[in-house]
């Protein structure tokens, strides 16, 4: 089949396209801001899409789209979405969340999907070909495992054992640092005054950093996020997810050992006929390698 296989992962921040030709040779691989992204309405979210393939590619004729985003969290959604790409005259393209892209970027087909970067979710598959999420509700009321999510947990942490108090056990400390401000009071409001993913989630390292130095406080934050991680794969398996591999990417998981480390000890526990691993390619490849199958290549 002519034409290019082309892969997007669409982020809260950024969005990566790699395309391929039918040889399997990359012929594009590029990342750009993902804008005012959101995947509703559906119309709007096949636009930007559009946009961004337009941008990298050109006019060159399209084999197969394969899409996974953030917000593509209930079924409904993505098959809406990929309706309103084929209208545009694609032959064959597929929307998923883009946790689903992690399974196929390892190099399986089957498994369970983790991404611990700004967010935290959870993606799995049924044995009849379903998809569904666990996790994923925001920064502002879940994704604890989550850059943002574990900026606010600390934040909470610190704060209370300031009230409670308590001397500074490095946690405290290294928010202030991390968000430039001198006190507990202008902590709070550095971070109440501005809930958002972009101006909580760059500070989840200081949280890791405090861990390391020996805050118990920190400790016990990254524990729930390894936690709430393993809690993702028990529904997810509950819920009938199938696969041996539980294959966890983003920018949190893959690189603080501490995170990895708590997550592999309780999936070790609860779930032993599981094998962890940790996605070192970018998601991307997850995308194309669905584009990949759609074209009938693989």
């Known amino acids: 089949m002519s034409g290019l296989r082309v892969g ?22 590029v990342v750009v801001p993902s804008g005012e992204w959101d995947a509703e309405p559906v119309e709007r979210a096949a636009r930007l899409i559009l946009d961004v393939v337009a941008d990298a590619l050109g006019g060159r004729p399209i084999a197969a789209l394969a899409v996974g985003a953030q917000g593509l969290d209930a079924e409904a959604v993505a098959r809406a979405l990929e309706t309103a790409l084929a209208a545009s005259g694609l032959p064959r393209v597929a929307c998923v969340n883009d946790a689903a892209l992690l399974v196929p970027a390892a190099g399986f087909t089957d498994g369970l999907g983790l991404i611990a970067g700004t967010g935290a979710i959870g993606v799995g598959r049924t044995a009849d070909g379903r998809d569904f999420v666990t996790g994923g509700w925001g920064w502002v009321i879940g994704d604890e495992a989550g850059a943002a999510g574990l900026v606010r947990e600390a934040s909470r942490a610190a704060l209370l054992a300031h009230d409670d108090g308590m001397p500074d056990d490095g946690l405290l400390g290294a928010l202030l640092d991390a968000f430039g401000v001198a006190d507990a009071e202008r902590l709070a409001r550095a971070v109440n005054d501005e809930p958002t993913m972009a101006n909580w989630a760059p500070h989840a390292p200081a949280v890791f950093r405090a861990a390391d130095e020996g805050s118990a406080l920190a400790a016990a ?3 729930a996020g390894a936690e709430h991680l393993a ?3 028990d529904q997810l398996l509950a819920r009938g997810a199938v696969g041996r591999h539980v294959v966890a990417g983003g920018s949190v998981v893959a690189a603080q050992p501490r995170l990895e480390a708590g997550l592999r000890d309780r999936l070790a526990s609860r779930h032993p006929e599981l094998e962890l691993v940790i996605l070192r390619e970018p998601p991307v490849a997850g995308a194309l390698a669905l584009a990949r199958r759609l074209a009938g290549d693989v």
């Open 221 to 223: 934050v990254v524990d």
């Open 231 to 233: 809690r993702l794969v």
């Open 8 to 29: 997007l992962d669409v982020g809260g921040t950024k969005t990566a396209l790699r395309a391929a030709d039918a040889s399997g040779a990359v012929v594009a691989d």
